[in-house]
């Protein structure tokens, strides 16, 4: 029998079978959608629920249909299961296709030829659409039998601008990553092209599958460099049929604040400190001054009234002995009110034990403008915004907060106008703000009700544009401060500051976490130096993993990026490319011809290009390109250009066929350690190209 042609038979079936599926579930949405409800508040929860499942459902299903099936795995026993994105059964309810995430799929990944896990052949099966072009089968029973080339052969495809999962080509050190354990922190350190990435988001996908229940209940947090990087693997997860995910830049983890604007290295590297959470208490400290001495009110009637020093300073003990600001401001306020309220009782020649006398008094205390006034500017209440603006822009604040914490010198950096934009530095300082003064309203991203009409919406809209509703567990997190997320994975760790790692704690206290990064890569002036350090608060459940091949970069292209590392005051990573590709070419040039340099490079080659420009002529390069052609792309339309220009922080994460990287000496110098120059080379995963301008 053809092996081609069977497996086409098999690829058929498991798509007719999708098709059924997608349907089915069509058809319950519809359903769903005319169905006449009771109006009770059981019945609309109940309906919500049944919609979020369903819509789930057809997501998956609808997200399956590009390379549905990639795999099969022949055991020692006889069966044979094909292995795709997500688990078909038949009629019989006879199974037809595996889900990659199953755990009767990990021998499809992990299996060699010294521990076969009871598999005697693996296949991967190459398709264009629907249809299959080739096979490739690995004998584990075969000592010489020799890997598949399948995952360099999908890193020498041209890049599409977004980043695509791997999960026919994971290899086995990777799946033994993406299966590790739900309650730890894995850390998966490595070099540039390593996988560390897409290993984790599979994780993520991974974890979704197999602990449904609890993380579909608490959501998953993507934490990300960039919103370039965000929307770089956007369609990675719904492609693995998960959508439930909330994703964020490191300037976006305060709800109601979205900022990409960096501060100077020096305030960034004070802002970044652990010493800015007393900074922060000191200044939330500040707004409470109760009196040391006896207060006398006027009241409105022109009555007096009086609060003792002991009674102020028993109604300031009278909240929770570690409650938070506002915590324990209505404890004092009532305290202090119902001292004023026996006081006046006796003044007016009354029970000051009676209830009723005192209820009609506190009543007239509470409506009177002078003791609210007064009470009030005891125990000052704020914003996190408020305060955090005031403690940057008032010196005097500032050098009360900071007396004994951070040096005159410090305090300078960090004054600037009291208007100033939020910067991403800034955000770690609000939320330790939103906490220490307890919570507040934040302000909504966006409505979170979902109308019923959305189902027909969902059935008839285009496959891959649909958001979750809002009244989803992913868009409930986006709006709240303080939830707890099930698990979340960080890339780019390398460039959290501490007060970063310190903010995002909160959120991961179940210490359930994947954490992929570089430290060799950090520019972040207040980054830490080790795992231990960004990650002390996990404690021991901390895993290590560390990735060292390289499917993605050149020989060449490694060479020449750790050269201009080591050249930069570096060091050398542990980086095994596995690739031969082109030569580093090196050019000078003027400035004015940089566009049509690149753009004949552009015309030479297949793929997309990644220009990557120095900071300090970030603006002008930027603004000399997208004029020259529309082929040019920066900002938030980089990644769908044919042409993307960038710097080196916004192309973390990202990856081109062909990379130029312009002036590369201004991008050795703008970081230290030459962690910049680094970054900028090992985007491409074709050619590379230094250019000088003159």
């Not at 979340?488 to 970063?500: C, F, G």
């Amino acid at each position: 029998m053809d092996v081609i042609a069977g497996e086409q038979r098999h690829v058929d079936r498991c798509y007719a079978l999708l098709a059924s599926t997608t349907a089915h579930v069509e058809g319950r949405l519809r359903e769903l959608a005319q169905a006449q409800g009771t109006g009770t508040g059981q019945d609309l929860l109940e309906k919500q629920a049944l919609y979020d499942n369903l819509a789930q459902q057809l997501t998956a299903a609808r997200a399956a249909r590009t390379r549905l099936a990639f795999g099969r795995i022949d055991l020692q026993d006889g069966r044979t299961h094909h292995i795709g994105r997500i688990g078909l059964r038949d009629e019989a309810g006879d199974p037809v296709l595996l889900d990659w995430r199953a755990p009767h799929s990990a021998g499809f990944y992990q299996a060699t030829t010294v521990e076969p896990m009871g598999i005697l052949r693996r296949r991967r099966i190459i398709t264009k659409d629907t249809t299959v072009t080739h096979v490739e089968d690995e004998e584990l029973d075969n000592p010489t039998a020799i890997a598949s080339d399948a995952a360099a052969r999908a890193v020498a495809t041209p890049r599409e601008g977004r980043m695509g999962d791997i999960i026919a080509t994971i290899a086995a050190d990777q799946d033994r990553i993406v299966r590790s354990p739900l309650g730890q922190v894995t850390v998966v350190q490595g070099g540039p092209g390593t996988g560390k990435t897409v290993v984790a988001l599979h994780r993520a996908a991974w974890l979704l599958y197999t602990h449904r229940d609890r993380l579909a209940r608490d959501g998953v947090l993507v934490v990300g460099p960039s919103a370039a990087f965000l929307r770089y693997i956007d369609q990675v997860l719904p492609s693995l049929g998960e959508t439930d995910v909330v994703l964020l830049t490191p300037g976006q983890l305060y709800p109601a604040v979205s900022t990409s604007l960096p501060d100077s290295p020096e305030a960034a590297a004070i802002k970044g400190n652990l010493a800015m959470i007393t900074v922060i208490a000191n200044a939330v400290r500040q707004r409470i001054r109760v009196p040391q001495h006896a207060v006398l009110f006027t009241l409105e009637d022109g009555s007096p009234a009086r609060l003792t020093a002991e009674q102020l300073a028993d109604a300031r003990r009278a909240g929770p002995r570690h409650g938070s600001f506002h915590a324990n401001r209505d404890p004092f306020l009532r305290r202090a009110l119902d001292h004023l309220s026996r006081d006046r009782a006796v003044r007016r020649g009354e029970d000051p034990n009676d209830p009723d006398v005192r209820a009609e008094l506190l009543m007239d205390l509470v409506d009177d403008a002078n003791v609210r006034r007064t009470l009030n500017l005891m125990w000052l209440p704020t914003t996190p915004e408020r305060l955090v603006t005031r403690l940057l822009s008032d010196p005097q604040v500032l050098a009360t907060a900071a007396d004994g914490v951070l040096t005159r010198a410090q305090q300078e950096v960090l004054l600037r106008p009291v208007d100033s934009p939020w910067t991403v530095d800034d955000v770690p300082l609000l939320d330790e703000a939103a906490e220490q003064l307890g919570e507040f309203e934040p302000v909504s991203r966006g409505s979170r009700t979902a109308e019923y009409s959305d189902y027909a919406e969902l059935v008839a809209e285009d496959p891959h544009a649909r958001a979750r509703p809002r009244s989803s567990v992913a868009e409930r997190a986006l709006d709240d401060r303080t939830w707890i997320y099930g698990h979340v994975v960080v890339d780019e760790a390398q460039e959290l500051s501490r007060m970063a790692w310190h903010a995002l704690s909160r959120r991961c206290v179940r210490r359930s976490m994947t954490v992929v990064g570089d430290l060799q890569q950090t520019t972040h002036p207040a980054g830490a130096r080790d795992w231990s350090e960004a990650l002390g608060w996990a404690g021991d459940s901390v895993d290590l993993h560390t990735l060292t091949i390289t499917y993605r970069i050149t020989r060449q292209i490694a060479g020449t990026a750790t050269d201009l590392l080591i050249a930069a005051g570096g060091h050398a990573p542990d980086l095994h490319p596995i690739r031969d590709g082109e030569q580093t070419q090196s050019v000078s040039c003027a400035a004015d011809d940089l566009p049509a340099l690149v753009l004949a490079r552009a015309a030479l080659a297949a793929g997309r290009i990644g220009v990557i420009v120095p900071d300090a002529r970030a603006d002008e390069l930027m603004s000399l390109l997208s004029k020259a052609s529309p082929d040019f792309g920066i900002g938030e339309d980089a990644l769908d250009a044919p042409i993307a220009v960038l710097t080196a922080r916004e192309a973390k994460g990202l990856e081109f066929d062909q990379v130029i990287v312009v002036d590369p000496g201004d991008i050795s110098a703008q970081a230290s350690r030459g962690s910049d120059i680094y970054v900028a080379c090992t985007r491409a995963t074709q050619s590379l190209h230094l250019v000088t301008t003159t």
